[in-house]
């Protein structure tokens, strides 16, 4: 039996019950994986509420850190007893053990903990991805990364800074700035208090920036493409605010014949090869020392409500885990 939190019925955190359920063997292609952490996820709540609707009941979180337990057929890439951890769907990392397809389930190098890989797979494949899978960035560009201080933004931060690309974060209080100062942001802008647009053609000499990353989504997302020079792209990947709004694409041209993409990244993970070499990228980021991966909360299983209004609630920093 394993502990394991599930939903019902989409709404707010108090949908999210603990159950007992049976965990089987695995069957081709798949392993069995005892966890000792899991990772918490800004999506794990659009799925809570229903923004991202699931079939019902389901089980919840994307990431998670543990060890191997059993093998089913055709798995070659891990053996019983490996140190593992993944992003990988179908959601359902939130408990003790589970049965999962083991593609995306990538053997964890001895130096990182299994700490840091649960706080860290989810959101450093998707700093993988933004920098290195979506637009072609190279050193000296530079780009604006909303919500900088959370569990992407600050693997965000450390990997531009070690990319040699300038990084202009923004966060919702000071606090939060001088954290995304200190883990390699060039510049932060509070922006609940500094209007951020104004901001970065004053930080640009009034030219904008390559690229921005959105992942807050509805209040960013008009001063997110005025903050970009003609032929910038934005890369609109969250909806924290909100989704954003429908827009009229024509509107690009007359804006500096600009490029919008909507990217997820179990659309770059899904091929087994292509998340393996992504991750032993973002594994060589962290053991080199370029990226720290900066835990901010850990909540034990039964307070998964708590953690959950904490990320919902702009309470946290860095990445939250819970640990089993
Ligand atoms: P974070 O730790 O970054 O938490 C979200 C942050 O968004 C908050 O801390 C807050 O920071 C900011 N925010 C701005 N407006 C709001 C609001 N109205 N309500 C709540 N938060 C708000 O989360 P994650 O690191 O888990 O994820 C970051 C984002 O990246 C999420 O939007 C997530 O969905 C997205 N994502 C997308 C992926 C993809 O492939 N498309 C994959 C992984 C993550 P502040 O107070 O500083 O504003």
Same mark, same amino acid.
């Given at each position: 039996m394993s502990k394991t939190v599930v939903i019902? *019925?989409?709404? %707010? @955190? &108090?949908a999210l019950c603990l159950e007992d359920r049976v965990v089987g063997d695995p069957g081709p292609g798949e392993i069995r994986i005892a966890h000792r952490a899991c990772g918490l996820n800004f999506i794990d709540v659009y799925q809570r509420s229903g +923004?991202? =609707?699931?079939? +019902?009941?389901h089980a919840l979180g994307m990431e998670g850190a543990g060890i191997v337990e059993a093998i089913g057929d055709g798995v070659t890439h891990l053996k019983v007893g490996d140190r593992a951890a993944y992003a990988a /769907?179908? =959601? %359902? @990392?939130?408990?003790e053990a589970r049965v999962m397809? *083991? *593609? /995306?389930?990538c053997p964890l190098? &001895?130096?990182?903990s299994f700490e840091e890989g649960a706080a860290m797979m989810l959101k450093g494949l998707t700093v993988q991805y933004l920098f290195h899978r979506t637009t072609p960035l190279k050193k000296g560009d530079t780009v604006l990364f909303h919500a900088a201080a959370g569990g992407v933004g600050l693997i965000a931060c450390q990997w531009a800074r070690s990319e040699g690309i300038t990084l202009i974060g923004t966060a919702g209080s000071d606090e939060k700035c001088q954290l995304a100062l200190d883990h390699g942001a060039a510049h932060c802008i509070n922006y609940r208090t500094e209007n951020f647009l104004d901001k970065v053609r004053e930080l640009t000499n009034g030219e904008g920036v390559d690229v921005v990353m959105d992942s807050v989504g509805a209040d960013t997302f008009e001063g997110s493409l005025d903050s970009l020079k003609p032929l910038g792209m934005l890369i609109?990947?969250?909806? *924290? @605010?909100g989704p954003v709004p429908p827009f009229n694409l024509g509107l690009l041209g007359p804006k500096g014949s600009l490029k919008i993409t909507r990217p997820s990244v179990f659309t770059h993970i899904a091929k087994h090869q292509d998340c393996q070499d992504m991750a032993h990228h973002l594994f060589s980021k962290v053991v080199s020392g370029d990226v720290k991966i900066n835990i901010g909360q850990t909540f034990p299983l039964d307070r998964i409500k708590d953690a959950h209004d904490a990320l919902e609630g702009r309470q946290t920093v860095g990445s939250t885990i819970i640990t089993l």
């Open positions: 019902n *019925a989409h709404g %707010g @955190s &108090d +923004l991202y =609707p699931m079939t +019902l009941p /769907q179908p =959601p %359902g @990392s939130y408990c397809p *083991a *593609a /995306q389930v190098p &001895d130096e990182i609109t990947f969250g909806n *924290a @605010s």
